[in-house]
């Protein structure tokens, strides 16, 4: 029966029901893990094992998504991961490098271990320093305990392609060994890790200084390597005969005999960006109430009424020149929780959820020429709170269909804070094959006392004259605030604040139906405060109701854009990594819609695009257009990387 944790990590990962044949573990090798036989890796078992994973921070990001993400991977259907570990985030010590491999061996997942802070390195004191970093007692505590389970990927994409890298990993494997840990190493071509010569030069060399004779070699696919019939292989460099062919390097190390893994995949559509609105509707109303019908109103009863959607929108893209050959499945879910709190405390939570499937057929996935190479499955809209007024006396909101207004002698301004926590996961899939998968997790929080209620014009320049200054919340009289009496003022015609039919429908949460109506409603509203007519004007008709309502509600419309999108549509691993700008905010006219707001651009290149000499179609150049340490040369689209094509995430 399959075991759990440990014990499962080498029958229910693999599904070995029936087992394999084994192989006996070399007399030389002394270790309990994995090892090396020939060109190939074996488990603790003897069985041959092939490492399907990919990369996972634990060190730059957010601490809190980088420890989290661990507990997804098995969902992805990988059997290795390799761990970028530093100085820093959730590998800063022994004691919590030990921690992540320990959390992903319970997953049933083997840890490949790496310490990043060599990546493009080529001084021996870098390496010395990661290595002495592994040495630390309390590291080689865990790696002996866990030896049966990790493999020891020394250094990050370090050396130059010289005898210096031979000579320096082989003083590293020696050290290593001599401090005890016996555990299957892992080290990495060089030039970028990309080198092959690198390997098939001094490879056997590094691999007979170890007394363990346990070593396997990884290359990088990216800038230097073609596909078969590439022009231009073997003419950067007579000396290395790079870029070179994969199928001939390929061939050639297997026929010496070195172990390899092979890291990169290609020809795959993409996650790409996923964008969010939280739509915000706020407006206050005013109704006047009094005793008599030939008497002013005496009292002054306030409601203010708000609305939260979220809307999400997910896309896809085939960055490559062909159409996708297969068929594929698009699963998108989104799960969200939202707490409003104030002063008094939380006083309104929600939990919404959704999640849609889409289809695409073989062949009906057109590459990146095509506009619908942008795929948007479908916005989704997860309404937080409906239309409703808030009740200062209850401290919630309540249904607006009550008309529930209140006597608040003192007008008070409500203090609204929403804090919206998200979870989304992105799943594109063939049957049970990972295409690609994101999982996102992040918190929003909007003060929307701040942005709509404070006193300043959420339109700035934009508002019309005779509505600047109603949401005001100084206090000229010491009773109500400035930006009631000009509600009042508007609602009752004064002609030093005249607003047109149209800006009176795009600034208030009811709108008369024309000009005339317009008219009409603020001299019924005239009469009922007992005011004259305005200058020049007919004789008001009579109003014998003993409340009336305000003509001219004030209202806003805010949408917080947040915003995760692909620079290169092949690298997304965390929420850093796809979040280029805190969340945007806009304001809006009620009548004006509010989606696909910059700088979310779904069903179009991202905002930040940005591959070898810029974004494409843009005449904007940027410092690092042609940056060699934050581009890859001549890599304008995802058909420029020259690795294997259409290989679902596995390393052979």
Request: overall charge neutral; charged content about 15%.
């Amino acid at each position: 029966m399959a075991g759990t944790g440990k014990a499962a990590l080498f029958d229910s990962l693999e599904s070995r029901v029936l087992m394999a044949a084994t192989v006996a573990r070399p007399a030389y090798n002394t270790g309990t893990g994995f090892f090396v036989s020939g060109s190939k890796v074996y488990d603790a078992n003897g069985q041959e094992f092939v490492m399907r994973g990919f990369s996972q921070s634990a060190s730059w990001g957010n601490t809190i998504n980088n420890w989290s993400a661990l507990a997804e991977t098995p969902k992805t259907g990988a059997n290795v991961s390799r761990l970028a570990m530093s100085d820093f985030g959730i590998s800063y010590s022994p004691a919590s490098r030990a921690m992540v491999a320990d959390r992903m061996i319970a997953e049933g997942i083997v840890p490949v271990v790496e310490d990043h802070d060599t990546t493009n390195r080529k001084d021996v004191a870098s390496l010395n320093k990661v290595v002495d970093r592994w040495l630390n007692p309390a590291n080689v505590a865990w790696l002996k305990k866990d030896e049966k389970y990790v493999i020891l990927n020394i250094a990050n994409e370090w050396g130059p392609v010289t005898t210096v890298w031979r000579d320096a990993y082989v003083s590293a494997i020696k050290r290593i060994r001599a401090a005890g840990i016996k555990a299957l190493v892992m080290i990495d071509a060089a030039g970028y890790g990309q080198d092959i010569s690198s390997i098939k030069q001094w490879a056997k060399t590094i691999e007979a200084a170890d007394p363990q004779h346990n070593v396997v070699f990884s290359i990088h696919m990216y800038g230097f390597w073609r596909t078969s019939g590439a022009k231009d292989v073997g003419k950067w460099s007579a000396t290395t005969g790079a870029p070179w062919d994969i199928k001939t390097e390929l061939s050639s190390v297997q026929k010496s005999g070195i172990p390899l893994v092979v890291g990169a995949k290609k020809g795959f559509p993409n996650f790409n960006e996923f964008a969010m609105w939280s739509e915000f509707l706020v407006s206050r109303k005013l109704q006047l109430t009094r005793t008599a019908t030939n008497l002013p109103p005496n009292s002054t009863n306030l409601m203010y009424t708000l609305s939260i959607s979220n809307l999400f929108g997910v896309e896809l893209w085939n960055s490559y020149q062909a159409a996708y050959p297969r068929a594929t499945t698009i699963t998108i879910s989104n799960f969200t929780y939202g707490l409003l709190t104030n002063q008094l405390g939380l006083f309104y939570t929600n939990i919404s959820s959704s999640i849609v499937t889409s289809n695409v057929l073989a062949g009906a996935w057109p590459g990146r020429d095509n506009k619908f190479s942008f795929k948007v499955p479908q916005v989704l809209t997860n309404t937080f709170l409906t239309n409703s007024s808030y009740s200062f006396n209850s401290n919630k909101f309540v249904p607006i269909g009550l008309n529930q207004y209140e006597v608040e002698p003192n007008f008070p301004v409500p203090n609204w804070y929403l804090t919206l926590s998200n979870r989304m996961t992105c799943l594109i899939s063939e049957g049970t094959n990972i295409v690609d998968f994101v999982l996102l997790n992040d918190n929003l929080n909007v003060d929307l006392t701040s942005a709509l209620l404070s006193g300043k014009d959420p339109f700035g320049n934009q508002t019309p004259f005779g509505i600047r200054g109603v949401w005001e919340t100084n206090r000229p009289t010491g009773g109500p605030t400035a930006g009631v009496l000009l509600q009042l003022d508007i609602s009752s015609g004064e002609t030093f604040y005249a607003v047109s039919q149209q800006d009176w429908r795009e600034f208030s949460a009811g709108a008369p139906n024309s000009e005339n109506d317009k008219t009409n409603a603020m001299r019924g509203f005239r009469e009922f405060l007992k005011l004259p007519p305005n200058l020049g004007g007919s004789a008001l008709p009579p109003n014998n109701s003993l409340a009336m309502q305000a003509g001219f509600s004030p209202a806003a419309k805010m949408s917080v854009v947040s915003v995760w999108q692909a620079n290169d549509p092949l690298v997304h691993y965390h929420v850093d990594d796809l979040r280029f700008e805190p969340p945007t905010t806009n304001f809006f006219r009620v009548n004006q819609p509010a989606t696909n707001i910059a700088p979310a651009t779904l069903g179009d290149l991202n905002t930040r695009y940005s591959p070898w000499g810029g974004k494409p179609n843009s005449s904007a150049q940027l410092a690092n257009d042609y940056d060699l340490r934050v581009k890859d040369s001549s890599v304008m689209t995802s058909d420029d990387w020259h690795f294997p094509s259409n290989k679902l995430a596995t390393i052979v």
